[in-house]
């Protein structure tokens, strides 16, 4: 008998456009063969599951189900695609788990140390791993643009601490920038990072682990034509120039995989995960971990799984099987 598979999507953050594309894209990708699919969307107090025909049921939080004509539809894993709160953050995992319902994504721990930028990097870096030069201010904080100056210097980028996809993102290249980028990004997070920025080469490292195996996928460049790469650069077809596998050394490829490796096992994490870096004059510098990166049609992931030139329906199964081993073995 297939399994029912809940494509959970949404949020409660200006990623929730961007975590429906991805669900979307999860349904071309996964093997409809194996599984039956079924995209549930996840909004503030909203939950529901969306079919085909464009008819919206509501869930059962006590257990996440529905029912649908006078039948009781309940499902065997979550595939998890929201990018940010609750998804991204822990919350659904620690919901999940009292429920015993397996997911895809990292833990409660994990997705909580991750989503915090500042919190995960500032952490990582006492296993050696180095960063960029940050501040971190929290809503009623306030700091004077030459305080911001003499930490992390100019330019620098200010960016909500708990967020992605580059809402509320600033570069301020003189000090006039910063206070309106600060009031920027605390619309979008109530805590916010002010870090220093670093000239060089943007990469990113797609890895999953599951209980038989590791698999660290190619590296991508990433070449943006706007001054950095932001909203319109992620998400607007020739934007950006993604290249994959990198044009850097293979020393350096070694390296940056075998980072990504360190970060996803000191970290715990589950499923599939993108680590971002920059390298400039050869050091390698973390930016940032996704715990639930995008997967529409375009985004890394799925280019690095076909620069792997393995079937893209494998990977999936072989993550959806492995979330829910790993339940059963509680």
């Known amino acids: ?40 969307i996840l909004e503030k107090n909203n939950w529901r599951i969306r079919l085909e025909n464009g008819e919206e049921y509501p869930l059962d ?32 995992q620690g919901y999940l788990d009292m429920i015993r319902l397996p997911y895809t994504s990292s833990g409660v721990l994990a997705s909580s140390v991750t989503f915090n930028k500042f ?3 500032t952490y990582l870096k006492a296993f050696g791993i180095k960063s960029a030069e940050s501040m ?5 904080m306030s700091v004077r643009p030459e305080e911001v100056i003499e930490r992390v210097g100019l330019p620098c980028f200010i960016k909500p601490n708990a967020g992605g996809s580059s809402f509320g993102v600033t570069k301020a290249v ?10 920027k990004a605390f619309q979008e ?36 034509k706007n001054e ?5 650069a992620k998400y607007t077809p020739g934007m950006a ?51 639930t990166p995008g997967m529409t049609l375009t985004s890394f992931i799925p280019q690095q799984i076909r620069a792997m030139e393995v079937p893209i329906a494998d990977v999936f199964t072989e993550i959806i099987e492995d979330s829910i081993a790993r339940n059963q073995a509680i």
């Open 119 to 121: 919190f995960c990097n």
């Open 174 to 183: 003189q000090s006039s920038d910063i206070a309106p980028a600060i009031e």
């Open 241 to 291: 120039e993604e290249i994959t596998p990198a044009r850097i050394s293979d020393e350096l490829t070694r390296k940056i995989q075998k980072l990504t490796s360190a970060i996803y096992s000191i970290l715990g994490c589950k499923g599939i995960v993108r680590v971002d870096y920059i390298i400039s004059d050869k050091t390698i510098y973390l930016l940032e971990v996704n715990t």
């Open 136 to 140: 971190m201010l929290r809503k009623g």
């Open 228 to 232: 950095y790469f932001d909203f319109e």
């Open 1 to 40: 008998m297939k399994k029912n598979i809940a494509i959970v999507a949404g949020g409660d953050q200006s990623e929730v456009v961007v975590s429906l594309k991805s669900a979307e894209g999860l349904k071309t990708f996964i093997d409809s063969s194996e599984y039956n699919l079924f995209i549930v």
């Open 61 to 92: 939080r006590n257990d996440f189900s529905t029912e649908i004509n006078g039948k009781k539809l309940t499902f065997d894993c979550v595939y998890n695609t929201i990018h940010g709160i609750p998804g991204e953050d822990g919350r659904l």
């Open 189 to 224: 997070s109530d805590e916010i990072i002010i870090e220093a920025f670093i000239k060089g080469t943007e990469v990113t490292n797609g890895i999953y682990k599951t209980l038989e195996r590791e698999v660290i996928m190619p590296v991508t460049e990433v070449v943006p």
